[in-house]
């Protein structure tokens, strides 16, 4: 099995800042890419940043400038850096990574993490 975890979302209030992350754990030969995506409420799912494997980065129009998107290897590891948070950031913060599982079939597969929650109001 394979786990994503992600944390640090909360309240802020309006030009404030969070760091998030995501842990990858469990039966994990390799990793290609993660991302951040996040889902607000009656909308659907919008992709915020990604990185991959080798390190390139993507970022949506919506958030550059403000928000920045890390990794730790070694750790399985992703980091989203958001600042100057606007209101119309809130919204549940998913963590994705393209897995190839540590088993015999290692077929590339995509998980996702249970969100965390970003709120960002006066």
């Known amino acids: 099995q394979v786990q994503l975890v992600e944390s640090g979302g909360g309240l802020v209030q309006p030009g404030g800042s969070l760091r998030l992350s995501c842990v990858a754990s469990g039966s994990i030969f390799s990793i290609r890419s993660m991302r951040w995506g996040r889902q607000a409420p009656g909308k659907g799912r919008e992709l915020v940043a990604s990185i991959s494997s080798g390190g390139y980065v993507t970022v949506a129009d919506s958030v550059k400038g403000r928000f920045a998107i890390s990794r730790d290897y070694a750790k399985n590891t992703v980091f989203l850096q958001m600042n100057s948070l606007k209101p119309d950031d809130t919204a549940v913060y998913y963590c994705?990574?393209?897995?190839?599982?540590?088993?015999?079939?290692?077929?590339?597969?995509?998980?996702w993490g249970q969100g965390t929650q970003v709120t960002v109001s006066s």
């Open positions: 994705n990574a393209d897995v190839i599982p540590r088993d015999a079939q290692r077929i590339l597969t995509a998980y």
